[in-house]
Nanobody, 114 residues
Framework: QAPFVESGGGLVQSGGSLRLSCVPS?????????MAWYRQDPGNEPEVVAS???????YYKDFVKGRFTISRDNAKNTVYLQMDNLKPEDTAVYFC???????WGQGTQVTVAS
């Protein structure tokens, strides 16, 4: 069983916004782990786009800085990715996972139309 379940993807126009959510599938607490959002293009391995420590310190890849915001609510065992000003090149399957990652879930598809 995949350890995390992602939701919130969809089809949006360029410049639009989406908010992704991630919860553990087994009710495991997230508070002690570095969590990240990854994305995968067809034919490539998933890559980190943003990560957040247990204390809320965030790291972003340059291509999402200023547009994406990662956050976590340890009390709700949930990690979020707020994606604003989306671009067609952000189209991908998005996954959440620990750093380093465990098994992959199904992810959530984000499609940005130009």
């Amino acid at each position: 069983q995949a350890p995390f379940v992602e939701s919130g993807g969809g089809l949006v126009q360029s410049g639009g916004s989406l908010r992704l959510s991630c919860v553990p599938s087994e009710g495991k607490g997230l508070s002690f782990f570095v969590m990240a959002w990854y994305r995968q293009d067809p034919g490539n391995e998933p890559e980190v786009v943003a990560s957040v420590t247990s204390h809320g310190n965030a790291y972003y890849k340059d291509f999402v800085k200023g547009r994406f915001t990662i956050s976590r609510d340890n009390a709700k065992n949930t990690v979020y990715l707020q994606m604003d000003n989306l671009k067609p090149e952000d189209t991908a399957v998005y996954f959440c996972n620990e750093v380093p990652h465990r098994a992959w879930g199904q992810g959530t598809q984000v499609t940005v139309a130009s």
